[in-house]
């Protein structure tokens, strides 16, 4: 009887949506959370939740297969023709027996590979290659301004100080659930924890008051309204800029600086999100549209916000003018490149750097490194243990759903994944697994290998998970 009660799966309905509670039921095993009053179209929907768990489960022991079909299919992904091209040119350049004028042409069309356009119609061509949906295309046409893809009438070095303390081994583990987390006091105490492993409040004279005062502003210029887009997510981005700066031994290629400014990057990425896309600012010709000129939107309000608190509360007051200007200009590159429209932009320029040898003395090299860890960073929910990754899908899905329901009553074109009852998580989560995340870690392993054996696994057994839910 017992045995039968194990299999049996369970579907909550409340009248409440804490976020702690849904989180806790979802982690205990729990196919479906539901909110009262049910919309008929949620308990239509049921038995395709459960069929889709029970599938899940059936099919474990086809996730090696997957993942061996993935790590093709990424090679695939990111072995592209302007790479090849570019590893020719540098071969031919550290041969010794061509001349001075014909070194200077090599070098100057290497210079306009690496300017990164040319990536974009080997993704384009790749991605019309595979059997994907439209609503995905549309998605990656809105987000990575691949226009192309679709047609539609829709609107358009610091070595680690490493401190002997229980929270610090606690936030040294991939492992770490975010979720657990239930105060302001417990985040600012592992944010504090996490720039006092660097040392970095001592070497730069920040006061730690003062430091905690300004964690609080920080908070509070994130929305809880935003299901994703909240300071729960900017702390889940700088602690995994922290995982791949200590674990991964980036923070070798860095200096102090630097690692402060990828630190403060993280925490302040997203503030004053709105919870809304780019895309959605553009089209309603928002206030923030207009002042960005619809480039980089929230991007360029991010940065302009953050930048701003650092100054009103003189975080930064006791470093050198020079080393100022230095943070300011690393700063605005970090959180300008969590646009993902400029994803791959950014990734021709590192995958077409991946010939040469790391260097740490070439501030260049040190600048591209701060921005992948960014970027992987931001990007980082599919690689957490299952149960974390998959509640961070939800959230995301419902802030889409939020933009859906504006779009709906300006009578805008949904957005893709944006109507309610009409969008497959799945098939969501598996598209940007296979297309933006895996070939972005793949990617930075090349000069961070404990990423491989660390972090990657569970990004792509995760990938299988909601793959066997997807072919449910």
């Known amino acids: 009887m017992n045995q039968i009660l194990l299999k049996l799966t369970v579907s909550v309905v409340s009248a409440t949506d804490e976020l702690q509670l849904v989180y806790h039921c979802l982690k205990l095993g729990a196919a479906d959370f539901l909110t009262k009053p049910i919309h008929v179209k949620e308990v239509e929907n049921i038995w395709q939740t459960i069929w889709r768990k ?113 929270i610090t081994q606690k936030l040294r583990s991939y492992d770490f659930d975010v979720w657990t987390i239930q105060d302001d006091a417990t985040f600012f105490s592992m944010v504090t924890g996490m720039f006092n492993d660097f040392g970095l409040l001592d070497t730069f ?89 619809d480039q980089s939107v929230l991007e360029n309000h991010h940065c302009s916000l953050g930048w701003k608190l650092l100054m009103k509360y003189k975080i930064l007051d006791n470093i050198p003018k020079d080393d100022m200007r230095k943070i300011r200009s690393y700063f605005i590159q970090l959180v300008l490149a969590t646009d993902l429209s400029k994803h791959f932009d950014e990734m021709a320029i590192f995958e077409n750097l991946k010939g040469e040898t790391l260097d740490r003395d070439n501030e260049e090299h040190r600048k591209l490194i701060s921005k992948m860890i960014m970027k992987c960073a931001d990007l980082s929910n599919p690689t957490k243990p299952f149960t974390v990754a998959r509640y961070w899908a939800l959230m995301i899905q419902e802030e889409f759903f939020q933009q859906g329901d504006k779009e709906k009553s300006l009578e805008l074109p949904y957005s893709p994944f944006s109507e309610r009852g009409n969008s497959s998580l799945p098939q969501m989560q598996v598209n940007f697994a296979d297309f933006i995340v895996i070939p972005l870690f793949k990617a930075v392993s090349s000069f961070l290998p404990l990423l491989e054996e660390a972090i990657i696994p569970q990004l792509l057994e995760n990938r299988a998970k909601w793959a066997a839910l997807k072919e449910g």
């Open 54 to 166: 029970n599938r899940e489960e059936e099919n474990k022991e086809n996730q090696e297969k997957v993942q061996q079909e993935m790590e093709l299919k990424v090679n695939e992904a990111v072995s592209t023709p302007i790479k090849a091209i570019a590893e020719y040119v540098s071969q031919l350049l550290s041969s010794g027996d061509i001349t001075p004028e014909t070194r200077d042409a090599l070098s100057e069309i290497l210079n306009t590979l690496h300017k990164s356009q040319f990536y974009r119609p080997a993704i384009e061509s790749y991605i019309r290659s595979k059997d994907i949906d439209s609503e995905t295309k549309r998605w990656f046409a809105n987000e990575l301004h691949l226009a192309s893809l679709v047609r539609t009438q829709a609107l358009p070095s610091a070595p680690v100080q490493v401190i002997d303390s229980e």
């Open 205 to 293: 004279k920040i006061d730690q008051v003062q430091f905690l005062a300004f964690l609080q502003v920080i908070k509070s210029n994130y929305s809880d309204s935003n299901p994703y887009h909240n300071f729960r997510h900017a702390f889940d981005v700088l602690h995994t800029s922290y995982l791949m700066l200590t674990n991964c031994k980036a923070s070798a290629y860095l200096t102090p600086l630097e690692i402060l400014t990828v630190m403060f990057s993280g925490l302040l990425h997203d503030v004053g999100h709105t919870g809304t896309s780019n895309r959605f600012h553009i089209e309603t010709y928002s206030d923030l549209a207009v002042k960005y000129n």
